[in-house]
Structure formats: C-alpha cells, structure tokens
C-alpha cells in the first residue's frame, strides 16, 4: 500500500494469487473494480500469468505507478468465496436468510437436513 486514506488505499502493487507466506500484504482484492480504458489497453498486452491464465489482477497492477493511479476501498462486510462451490453456497444461504422471504423456508429446511445428518450418525 502506497498511502493509506482511512476505507481508500493507493495502490503500490498487486500480486495475483500469493502463496500466503509471500502475501505482500494483508489485503485483498475482492472482484469489484472501477476500470479506466487504459486497463483493457493493458489487458489487450498480457501474458499469461498465474495458474496459465491472463490475470485481470496483471492488468490493473501495469497501471500503477502512471498517470492512471490505482486506489483500494477497505470494503467492511461478509466476504464470501465464489470462486469454490463451497464459497458459491455460502453466500447463496446468507443471502437468503437475510431475505424475510427466504429465511423461515431455507431455516426450516436447514433444520431438516441437520436433523437427518444427526439421525444417520
């Protein structure tokens, strides 16, 4: 982090998928952005980054240190994980239970299975 500005961040680098021993930071990029056109410009000139893929992360990270500044927002809240299936169901159920026209369906259901899974034990 270049300058810290309370919930907003500058942006000093980025690295796509850390090893968590050589995580540079204790921040994270959690897949909202704000793009500029230079970022596709730059997204248009990649090679192949981390797990053999071009890496929107590469892109935005060839912006820092330009004229096109790079900024984070310090998001507060539930962070889930959609990338895995287990992540994706997470934030499926906390999105319903927040509903108050999901929750006593999806609770109720929820006691079922626990029930079931209890009996089965």
């Known amino acids: 982090m270049q300058e810290d500005m309370g919930s907003i961040v500058s942006v000093k680098g980025m690295v ?9 930071s204790n921040l ?9 056109p230079s970022v596709l410009t730059n997204l248009n000139k990649m090679k192949t980054g981390a ?20 900024y984070g927002y310090r998001f507060r809240g539930q962070r889930f994980d959609c ?21 006593a369906d999806l609770s109720r259901y929820l006691q079922e299975v626990t029930q079931h899974e209890k009996a089965a034990e």
């Not at 897949?31 to 500029?36: D, E, T």
């Not at 299936?85 to 999901?102: E, H, S």
């Open 83 to 103: 990338g895995s299936k287990a992540g994706f169901l997470q934030a499926t159920v906390a999105f319903a239970l927040a509903r108050d026209d999901l929750r």
């Open 51 to 70: 797990g053999g893929e071009i890496q929107l992360t590469d892109a935005i990270a060839a912006d820092i240190g330009t004229e096109n500044t790079v």
């Open 28 to 36: 994270a990029v959690i897949g909202r952005y704000i793009l500029g």
């Open 16 to 24: 796509e998928k850390p090893k968590q021993e050589e995580a540079p």
